[in-house]
Nanobody, 122 residues
Framework: QVQLVESGGGLVQPGGSLRLSCVAR????????MGWYRQAPGKQRELVAS???????DYADSVKGRFTISRDALKDTAYLQMNSLRPEDTAVYYC????????????????WGQGTLVTVSS
């Protein structure tokens, strides 16, 4: 069984920083893209940032210059460094992995984490 496990959410004041982590657990052979989405109350889930194994990293316009996504391919881990946080960044943040190849399995899968809550408030 493979799964994504997130950590790092919490309460932070406006202007503060948080770092989210997402680790893919199980018999992972490779992952093409890892990314972060978020869903605020009453809103649709939206892409925050994504990073393919090869190619261009993508960011939502609202987080450009403030958030940075990174990956450690050897550890099947993705990070989201969030700086200059704003109240409108409050949401449940979900890790996503696309093109997940499981060892011994010829199929590709898409995985979602359970979500971690980020609250930006004074």
């Amino acid at each position: 069984q493979v799964q994504l496990v997130e950590s790092g959410g919490g309460l932070v004041q406006p202007g503060g920083s948080l770092r989210l982590s997402c680790v893919a657990r199980g018999s992972i052979y490779s992952i093409w893209t890892m990314g972060w989405y978020r869903q605020a109350p009453g809103k649709q889930r939206e892409l925050v940032a994504s990073m393919p194994s090869v190619g261009t990293t993508d960011y939502a316009d609202s987080v450009k210059g403030r958030f940075t996504i990174s990956r450690d391919a050897l550890k099947d881990t993705a990070y989201l460094q969030m700086n200059s946080l704003r109240p409108e960044d409050t949401a449940v943040y979900y890790c996503n992995a696309k093109g997940v190849v499981v060892t011994g399995d010829g199929n590709e899968y898409e995985l979602w984490g359970q979500g971690t809550l980020v609250t930006v408030s004074s």
